[in-house]
């Protein structure tokens, strides 16, 4: 049985200075039987700051770190983790 209705997949590279909003807008929903899948494609930069943060904070929020591949890559991890009916 699925853990959650729906999966929201957000692949990141290196997205420090949009991660916040686009992490905010999500949580911003009022759904609530969700999980938000933020698959880090081997960020450079100080994008894990912020994603950790809300990781920390949030239920829904599950970060999943990943070697350097490929954007598609990156979604078919999120797709194979996925614990929802829905993605």
């Known amino acids: 049985m699925p853990k959650y209705s729906f999966s929201i997949i957000v692949t990141v590279y290196n997205k420090e200075e949009h ?26 930069d100080n994008t894990e700051l912020w994603y950790a943060y809300y990781a920390a904070v949030d ?3 599950q970060v999943i770190k990943q070697a350097n591949q490929d954007v598609l890559q990156a979604r078919n991890t999120g797709l194979h983790l996925s614990t929802s009916t829905y993605i």
């Open 59 to 61: 239920q829904w929020v």
């Open 19 to 44: 991660i916040d909003a686009t992490i905010e807008s999500i949580l911003a929903q009022s759904f609530t039987d969700f999980e938000l899948m933020l698959i880090d494609d081997y960020s450079t």
